[in-house]
């Protein structure tokens, strides 16, 4: 017998209701992803979630990096190099395994890390001033869950 899912306060979780949170979530995405743009240059939207990453996170061996980007080694080495090439990351080796690398953003990679920020989160602070105070106030009270929903399983 197949049960519905259910909350944990015991609610039904509704397949309507999970396919408009994905498509409001995919659209939202889409559009701040193509905020920033010519900011990118030719990174693309994967050497940007890279170089984000590295802002945030710091340092880490390649294969960490793949993990937390979700993409194989091989496509991400290709990614870094890419990053290198702009001047936005430098590889070293792992002083604990000199057969593994280490990968950190330069200051040149956390300065556009940093603009692509902030020109993504003016763009969604002007399209929040949209919303109503009752729906501002609603999606604000609805952060914590979305923070639980994305939080790094890695």
Do not use: C, F
Not at 3 to 18: F, V
Not at 21 to 50: K, T
Not at 114 to 120: A, C, M, N, T
């Amino acid at each position: 017998m197949n049960t519905p899912a259910t909350t944990q306060t015991g609610g039904p979780i509704q397949r309507e209701d999970a396919t408009r949170l994905y498509l409001a979530i995919a659209r939202l995405s889409r559009w701040l992803r193509r905020q920033g743009a010519s900011q990118r240059g030719d990174l693309g939207h994967g050497g940007m979630s890279a170089l984000a990453t590295l802002t945030n996170a710091g340092p880490m061996r390649l294969g960490d990096l793949a993990v937390r980007e979700q993409v194989a080694p091989p496509t991400l080495s290709r990614v870094v190099a890419s990053l290198e090439q702009a001047g936005y990351a430098v590889r070293k080796a792992d002083p604990q395994d000199r057969r593994a690398s280490i990968v950190a953003a330069t200051e040149e990679g956390r300065q556009v890390a940093q603009g692509l920020r902030s020109v993504r989160s003016q763009a969604l602070q002007t399209r929040l001033e949209r919303l109503t105070p009752e729906h501002y106030a609603a999606l604000l009270a609805a952060l914590p869950a979305l923070e639980i929903l994305v939080e790094d399983d890695t």
